[in-house]
T-cell receptor, first 116, second 113 residues
Framework: DGGITQSPKYLFRKEGQNVTLSCEQNLNHDAMYWYRQDPGQGLRLIYYSQIVNDFQKGDIAEGYSVSREKKESFPLTVTSAQKNPTAFYLC???????????????FGEGSRLTVL | AQSVTQLDSQVPVFEEAPVELRCNYSSSVSVYLFWYVQYPNQGLQLLLKYLSGSTLVKGINGFEAEFNKSQTSFHLRKPSVHISDTAEYFCAVRPFEGNKLVFGAGTILRVKS
């Protein structure tokens, strides 16, 4: 089945360690996104990419990094510079917005990161 | 820039009762509007979307929403809720020419028996 796969689902990290969250999609979508979810704050955009080898910062990019070397993959690294990394992270993808397409987002199941 | 306000953080309701989850947005440009649902520890699933045309939009699981341009609102309704509707619901907007989906803070719907 087509979809978005995020791994791991749960991850624990010690302070000062970098950690990488995986996101893979087989929907042949051009655009991919990373959101952070905290209780009562909705979803906030970290990074997004509309094409391979290109990405843009979202609203809360500090302390995070991404790469987009392949169309189907958009990993997110949470670095030690991120002051409060404990959160639920959601990856999404969409068709590139052409011809009036609304660019509806399709989401993965999420990865919960806890810093000990 | 766009912003989305979901007026209720939690809505408790008894099973088989009607429910309305409120959403207001602010934008200087035309937008598409969406409602997503999230079950515990899962990703988001699209309930419905408004693109253009009829202001009443029907979605999955018996939900519907009405777009009101003058009041910049997009409230979600269901005439009779089920226990299985217990979840968090997010309203979101996306400008016609933009790239980013902006979400509200979410409304937790708790259906009680």
């Amino acid at each position: 089945d087509g979809g978005i796969t995020q791994s791991p689902k749960y991850l624990f990290r010690k302070e000062g360690q970098n950690v990488t969250l995986s996101c893979e999609q087989n929907l042949n979508h051009d655009a991919m996104y990373w959101y952070r979810q905290d209780p009562g704050q909705g979803l906030r955009l970290i990074y997004y990419s509309q094409i391979v080898n290109d990405f843009q910062k979202g609203d809360i990019a500090e302390g995070y990094s991404v790469s987009r070397e392949k169309k189907e993959s958009f990993p997110l690294t949470v670095t030690s510079a991120q002051k409060n990394p404990t959160a639920f992270y959601l990856c999404a993808s969409s068709i590139a917005r052409t011809g009036g397409n609304t660019g509806e987002l399709f989401f993965g199941e999420g990865s919960r990161l806890t810093v000990l | 820039a766009q912003s989305v306000t979901q007026l209720d953080s939690q809505v408790p309701v008894f099973e088989e009762a009607p429910v309305e989850l409120r959403c207001n947005y602010s934008s200087s440009v035309s937008v598409y509007l969406f409602w997503y649902v999230q079950y515990p520890n899962q990703g988001l699933q699209l309930l419905l979307k408004y693109l253009s045309g009829s202001t009443l939009v029907k979605g999955i699981n018996g939900f519907e929403a009405e777009f009101n341009k003058s009041q910049t609102s997009f409230h979600l309704r269901k005439p009779s809720v089920h226990i299985s509707d217990t979840a968090e619901y997010f309203c979101a907007v996306r400008p016609f020419e933009g790239n980013k989906l902006v979400f509200g803070a979410g409304t937790i719907l708790r259906v009680k028996s």
